[in-house]
């Protein structure tokens, strides 16, 4: 395999700190640059003594972040606020938005060809920053820019298999739309294995609680804060597909928030097909039944909505 370099940009934080341990023991990575505002010297002193081949390294402040970024051939930015009960995604929106601003500027700077996987929410609009960030700064690959949506398969994944009794490792699920609420379209009708157990009913639950999945946790983890956990696990299956791509290996297709022409939206989630530049193919929808095509219907809006403030932000600052 050749030489890749990932950086984690938020990589002191509660995804950030699982996903450098998840990234340290991925066979594919060689380099590991772990960098946050405060507190990376002592994660990436952790981290580095597990005896995985990743060279690991902590960068702290704006002053080093240069230096973080450099060479890197996968970004994966956790940085952020995360939701607390009673806040919306949206509500994150302001904070958010001005640090991925700030650090996709870094990136068109110093690492303008890198993959980017955007796991900083609100997602639905972080990613068309990012996108205006970079075509301000002449580096724009639409390839080359992700949302990690990879947590709402993983949990549509989950909660499917145990409603059907299906053997969760062999179950697959894909999911499209956005990641927020109802923008999230879990397509059960394209779920492998097919399950005739499930009700209309069980179906409307299981879109219902892969919907709610991250308020789910945030209500369990009462105050303090949201999932961590699995979403590092996700944005470690998400950024191990990325790498697999790059190294040419065929045939790695993983759902995932990109520029599209699916819809009449901008941005869209669906099946993408990932190769050696990124993005080698952005795969249709497939057949939808009733009750997807309503969903479909009904997550526009707001979707809609969600890019174009991520634009209108990035404009405006
Ligand atoms: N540059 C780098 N890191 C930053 C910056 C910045 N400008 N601003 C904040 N951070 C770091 C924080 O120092 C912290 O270590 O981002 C990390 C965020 O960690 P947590 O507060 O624990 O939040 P977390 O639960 O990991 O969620 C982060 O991911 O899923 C989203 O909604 C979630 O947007 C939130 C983000």
């Known amino acids: ?91 994150l929106f302001n904070i958010n938005a001005g640090i991925v601003k700030g650090l996709c500027t870094a990136i068109a700077k110093y690492c303008p060809n890198a993959l980017v996987n955007m796991i900083s929410n609100p997602v639905n609009s972080t990613v068309p920053i990012a996108a205006e960030v970079f075509k301000k700064a002449g580096t724009y690959d639409e390839k080359k820019l992700f949302g990690v949506t990879t947590l709402d398969v993983v949990r549509a994944k989950t909660f499917y298999a145990g409603k059907a009794g299906l053997p969760v490792s062999e179950v697959n699920v894909p999911v499209v739309g956005g990641h927020a609420g109802v923008t999230i379209l879990p397509l059960f009708s394209q779920a492998t294995p097919a399950s005739n157990s499930l009700s209309q009913e069980d179906i409307v639950a299981l879109t219902k609680r892969t919907q709610d999945g991250g308020t789910e946790v945030v209500e369990a983890k009462a105050g303090k804060g949201s999932a961590t956990l699995s979403m590092a696990y996700a944005g470690a299956v998400f950024a191990d597909a990325c790498l697999k791509g790059l190294n040419g290996v065929p045939d790695i297709v993983e759902c995932s928030y990109v520029q599209s022409t699916v819809t009449e939206l901008p941005f869209f989630a669906s099946k993408v097909r990932l190769g050696k530049n990124g993005v080698e193919e952005v795969l249709g929808l497939g057949e939808l039944n009733d009750f997807e095509k309503q969903g479909l219907e009904n997550l526009k809006g707001e979707l809609k909505d969600s890019i174009e403030k991520g634009i209108k932000f990035a404009h405006g600052n």
């Open 1 to 91: 395999n050749p030489e890749r370099k990932v950086a984690i940009l938020g990589a002191a934080g509660g995804i950030g700190q699982p996903l450098a341990l998840l990234m340290k023991i991925n066979p594919l990575v060689s380099s590991l640059s772990l960098f946050d505002i405060a507190g990376t010297p002592g994660v990436a002193a952790d981290v580095s003594h597990i005896n995985s081949p990743a060279l690991v390294k902590g960068f702290m402040g704006d002053d080093q972040l240069g230096e973080a970024l450099e060479g890197s051939d996968v970004v994966i930015i956790p940085a952020g606020v995360p939701r607390k009960p009673g806040m919306t995604r949206d509500d």
